[in-house]
């Protein structure tokens, strides 16, 4: 049987399982209801960015259910860690980060080129970005499970610096474009009832990508110093008592309440449509 990722012998050592059993649930709750959310509205399920979103909610509630076993148990799910899933646990997160940073592209692109963007981009080409995402990650955690433990470290450490790179020009070289765009366009329109939500929209491009930047940045910059130089990196004892690790976690947890906070619809169907008739269905 895998024990426990701490004793459990002290308060503090309590509080840890306990934050971790609450952070999966927060992270599996959210992300099932901003789903069932978009699935439910026709209106949203058959726009781009929301396919994306979609996506992020199905590899979230799979890192949040995969966080009860890696939160609470002595796991570390790393090329040569204790009580592993394979990295299948793992690839959910990587999911959520190649798929958001694919919603950004696929925004750019939108805000840049809306005529070529609405000729070309249908939502089941985005189905299919999104498929190919899926099949790319899987394919990857394949790959490191077939190889020796050494090569997979090495693919892994290639595999974040590439990542990292995508995470510069996008979410930080696309995005700061991004806001500078929209922003003239807001400054040429005039005053209208739909010109605040499009602020708020612009704001929270910047939002987003802050969040992103600071819960996944730690964790990329710890593997590529460890992987690629000759420091010694102190190692966690697993996953559950490795802050660095939990960060992007968090960050599942807090991406859907962004997209509830920047989308009037999508806050209206949650609301109105999802919690509400739990709500009605528990006082039943």
Known sequence: MVPLAVPFNSFENALLLLFNCALATVIVIMNVSVFISIIITKSLRTENRFIYMMSTCISDIGTGVSWYYLGIFDVDDTVSGKNTTYFISSTFLGLSYLVILAAQADRYHAVVSPFQY????????TVLVVCCLWVYAYAH???????????AAKISSIGTFVCNMMTLVIMLGLNIKLYLIAKYQLSREPPSAEREPRRGSLHLIIIVAGCFLLFWTPVFTYIIICNFTTTHCYAFENLATDPIRILPR???ALTPFLYVR???PLKQALLGKVWKCCACSSVR
């Open 118 to 125: 609405s000729r070309r981009m249908t939502p089941m080409k």
């Open 141 to 151: 955690v394949a790959a490191l499970n077939l190889v020796t433990s050494a090569m």
């Open 250 to 252: 968090v960050n599942s």
């Open 262 to 264: 920047g989308c009037a």
